[in-house]
Each structure stands twice: as C-alpha cells, then as structure tokens.
C-alpha cells in the first residue's frame, strides 16, 4: 500500500522559512515523479513544485521560483520542499503527491496524495 505522509509545516512570519517533509512508502519510489501542491481556503489546489522520476528534472510554480526547491532522496524514500522567503499568501495546507503522468504540473498526473501539512504565514 502506498503511503505518503508529510510534515513540517507550522505557523511562520512573513520571510521566514520552512522544511516541508514528505515520507513515502509502498512503491519504487525512483520511478516515480514526485510532486508538492497547496490549496488555501476558497481556492483550488494549485501546482507549487514537483522533481521528475530519478531526480532528473524540476519544475516550479512562478509564484514560488527563486524561493522554493524541491529535492528528493530516492534512497531513503523521502521529498523535501525548502521555503524561504515564506509570504502570507504562501499560507496553505502543503500536500505531497507520487504519480507517473507525463505533465508535473497537472494533478492528474499523480495518483497517489498525501495527508497535507498545514503552513502559515504572519504579516
């Protein structure tokens, strides 16, 4: 049974930082891309980062280039999301994802999710 279950999250001031962890389990995690989305009250989830399967390429969500980045280590079967320059419109429950479609950005393309971490971020 795949599992994804991330931590980290927390309440933060504005240009703070956070770690996001993702720990998985269940599946060759090499294999597959691995993905970190938000949603905030009212919103849609939305696309934040996420690194293709073997590590073998990244992308980024505009809003968040240049501040966040995501790695992995395959090994020990866990992603990470580094958060700097955290803003209050940062403020959203983090979820983690593993999936194998072909569009990193897309939702869709993951089918497995993880519980979500809940990050705030103070004016």
């Known amino acids: 049974q795949v599992q994804l279950v991330e931590s980290g999250g927390g309440l933060v001031q504005a240009g703070g930082s956070l770690r996001l962890s993702c720990a998985a389990s269940g599946r060759t995690f090499w294999y597959y891309n691995m993905g970190w989305f938000r949603q905030a009250p009212g919103k849609e989830r939305e696309f934040v980062a996420a690194s293709r399967w073997s590590g073998s390429g990244t992308n980024y969500a505009d809003s968040v280039k240049g501040r966040f980045t995501i790695s992995r280590d395959n090994a020990g079967n866990m992603v990470y999301l580094q958060m700097l320059s955290l803003k209050p419109e940062d403020t959203a429950t983090y979820y983690c994802?593993?999936?194998?479609?072909?569009?990193?950005?897309?939702?869709?393309?993951?089918?497995?999710w993880g519980q979500g971490t809940q990050v705030t971020v103070s004016s």
């Open positions: 994802a593993s999936g194998g479609g072909r569009d990193i950005t897309d939702a869709s393309a993951y089918d497995y």
